[in-house]
């Protein structure tokens, strides 16, 4: 027999009540199925039957009669005795394991019973884990071993009882562990990391971070290296460039008048017996008239060739059709070509100081060379020419001047306004070395260029289509080209001995007489022979031309119709 663990006196609670006796006391053994003195409840005896299952053991009890006596009170124990109160039958939890049936030790019998102990919390929370005791029922948290509770009806007594705590709340998040403190919760439920979860996960990132980085930068460099060894490294160097644009330009721009009057500008290679030049000429009508200067021209002569280029590359021979040295003009003809665009004429008297102007030519036989600049002044009278000597070759020009770039080969060309239409025609140049110079060529432009303006041209290009000679506007008087003082001074006598002045001439008829010196031409101061002659060639044959005269010391005016010569 193992000895039965000791137990604590257990008292009537709620959940006994006491019996009465029949004989106004209590019965010590009714209600009770205990066994005989000296022998516990729970004990098997040797040989002895076991307890049904059921009852409720009995709490020890003493027999010394040193004992304190007991009385009835409220738990139903009698004063004076030294017997515990009867219970009533509560019914016995099964045992954890069925009886041995061959008495096997320790298994043999199941041993005593006795009530687990009390979980015992710490007062100190635990440090880490969440609360959960609330969602864990109040039935699982009770100890397997404890005793299970039975539905007594018997009333409780009615003498006080000893104040019960308050029920715990149950908590239904309580997790198993009954030591863990509640922690923190984020928004969506998930616990929040602490600081160490937090640094071990900073650091896990950093670490996954620097091996992500370390994989790009090997990878990158990697392209990097091919690319440099694939394009000979960093010695080839590629610069950034503009799209293409449209080809198209504002029609009053540069580019646009190039654009319109190229198509009617022509290169001009000319051939004599001992010499031969480049020049530039353009288109005036479609059936093949060309306008250029009577010096491009010259060197051909009488059995000379001239060939015409156009812009599109295309040649064509030439024939002369008229020329006039003294207008500095001529006109050639292609025959047997077809689509030529004429170049469209505009209005020279409309010319102001400052208007913009482009010009075209072939400059040392540069082909399509395109130059812009401004007309600097109006009706600059000069003269070219003059190679052999007699003044026969000597051109007197009331020009346009202009600092448009013109080099030699640019002569005859067209000078263009704002609307691509001819206002000149560019013929002379004054270079550095040797002044006006139109075919030696050697010095280049110096910004002074001047041109024929065009309404002088028209007139002779269509005289010269028309007849092959230009006439000219003459006062029938003979100057003294000698004379250095301010004005044109007439002649004692022609050159060939006779009158200076031209008998029946306009001059004569006018009053005009030898020694007279000329000072203005209709109101515009003349310095010289040649200025004259230039104011006089800017009009046509019969129009009215004022002159005012010097003679004697006293100035006089006189009005006179211009008569008309041919030139040659």
Do not use: C
């Not at 041995?100 to 884990?129: I, L």
């Not at 000329?518 to 040649?530: F, K, L, P």
């Amino acid at each position: 027999m193992h000895p039965a663990p000791a137990r604590e006196p257990v008292t009537a609670d709620s959940g006994s009540a006491p019996r009465s006796d029949p004989g106004g006391g209590l019965d010590p053994d009714a209600g009770s199925d205990r066994p005989s003195h000296g022998v516990e409840v729970g004990e098997a005896v040797d040989g002895a039957p076991e307890e049904p299952s059921g009852v409720a053991p009995a709490a020890p009890h003493s027999l010394d009669p040193a004992a304190s006596p007991l009385t009835v009170d409220d738990t139903g124990v009698r004063e004076g005795g030294d017997y515990e109160l009867a219970r009533p039958a509560v019914a016995r939890p099964e045992p954890l394991h069925a009886s041995d049936p061959y008495s096997t030790p320790p298994y043999g019998h199941p041993g005593p019973w006795a009530p687990a102990p009390p979980v015992q919390h710490p007062t100190a929370p635990h440090s880490q884990g969440p609360d959960l005791s609330a969602a864990i029922p109040a039935q699982a948290q009770t100890s397997p071993l404890d005793p299970v509770p039975q539905d007594v009806t018997s009333p409780a007594p009615a003498g006080p009882s000893e104040p019960q705590p308050p029920e715990a709340v149950p908590d239904p998040w309580r997790n198993y562990d009954p030591w863990a403190a509640p922690a923190p919760l984020q928004q969506n439920g998930g616990v929040v990391p602490t600081v160490t979860q937090r640094r071990r996960r900073t650091r896990r990132t950093l670490v996954l971070g620097a091996v992500v980085l370390a994989l790009v930068s090997g990878g990158v460099g990697g392209v990097v290296g091919a690319y440099m060894q694939r394009n000979e490294g960093v010695t080839k160097v590629e610069l950034p460039q503009a799209a293409e644009e449209a080809p198209g330009r504002p029609a009053d721009s540069v580019a646009g008048i190039a654009a319109h009057a190229l198509p009617s500008v022509v290169t001009l290679h000319v051939k004599g017996s001992e010499e031969g030049g480049t020049g530039t000429g353009f288109v005036l009508d479609g059936r093949g008239h060309i306008l250029t200067n009577n010096h491009v021209i010259e060197p051909a002569g009488d059995s000379g060739e001239i060939s015409v280029t156009f812009s599109g590359g295309e040649s064509a021979k030439a024939k002369l059709v008229g020329h006039d040295s003294g207008y500095d003009l001529a006109v050639v003809k292609v025959t047997g070509v077809s689509g030529l665009t004429p170049m469209p004429l505009g209005n020279s008297d409309s010319v102001q100081v400052g208007d913009p102007v482009v010009a075209i030519g072939a400059p040392f036989d540069l082909a399509n060379t395109v130059t812009s600049g401004i007309i600097s002044a109006k009706e600059r009278p000069i003269t070219a020419g003059g190679e052999k000597g007699d003044g026969t070759d000597v051109s007197y020009v009331d020009a346009l001047q202009t600092d448009a770039p013109i080099n030699p080969g640019n002569s005859g060309g067209p000078l263009l306004d704002s609307r691509a239409r001819v206002i000149g025609i560019n013929s002379a140049i004054r270079s550095a070395d040797n002044g006006s110079d139109l075919e030696s060529g050697q010095a280049g432009s110096i910004g002074l260029g001047f041109a024929i303006p065009v309404n002088q041209a028209k007139r002779v290009a269509e005289e010269l289509i028309n007849t092959g000679r230009a006439t000219h506007p003459v006062i029938g008087v003979t100057l003294d080209m000698n004379y250095t003082g301010d004005g044109a001074r007439v002649a004692a006598k022609a050159a060939d001995g006779g009158p200076a002045v031209s008998p029946r001439g306009p001059g004569a008829e006018a009053g005009v007489k030898a020694g007279d010196v000329i000072t203005e031409v209709d109101g515009t101061r003349v310095h010289s022979g040649e200025e004259l002659i230039v104011r006089t060639r800017a009009h046509r044959p019969g129009d009215h031309l004022g002159l005012t005269l010097r003679r004697s010391g006293a100035e006089r005016t006189v009005t006179l119709v211009l008569g008309s010569a041919d030139g040659d």
